[in-house]
């Protein structure tokens, strides 16, 4: 039980978990491109910006963890530190939007994953999963 200052509340009894779909099909942020400085303020904040609009109906939360997922069609190497401009990119679209209060470690952990995308789907694609911690 919670107290919030006009009596005691029940807490959830789960914890709060949010999938947002990133429409991507490739890493527009990949390590591994050379883009302009000024090509890449915009994208970065493209999708910092896009994080914030999706994030702004979840509720504030102490801590998360955060995991932005690569869903792939073809099997061939890539590497999920490639990720890490994208993943920052879309968490500070979260502080943004006031889920945490900061994406130091204290409040925020991130892991960049990349899997098979199930058979139904069409294309490649990503999603960005949010994991309250308690």
């Known amino acids: ?3 919030d200052g006009n009596g005691y509340t029940q807490a959830p009894a789960e914890p709060f978990v949010a999938t ?4 991507l099909e ?4 990949c390590l591994n491109k050379g883009l302009h400085r000024m090509a ?3 994208l970065k904040k493209q999708w910092r910006t896009f994080a914030a609009k999706e994030a702004a109906r979840f509720p504030s939360l102490t801590k998360v963890d ?3 997922t690569w869903f792939v069609k073809v099997n061939r190497t890539r590497d999920e530190d490639n990720m890490y401009r994208l993943i920052k990119s879309l968490c500070d679209g979260l502080i943004d939007a006031g889920l945490v ?4 470690p204290k409040y925020m952990g991130k892991k960049c ?10 294309k490649a694609y990503m999603e960005l999963r949010i994991e309250e911690i308690r």
């Open 26 to 29: 490739t890493n527009p942020l």
């Open 1 to 3: 039980m919670n107290w």
């Open 101 to 104: 209060h900061d994406d130091a």
């Open 113 to 122: 994953r990349i899997e098979k995308a199930p058979a139904g789907e069409a």
């Open 20 to 23: 947002i779909r990133v429409p």
């Open 66 to 68: 955060v995991t932005l």
């Open 40 to 42: 890449e303020s915009r």
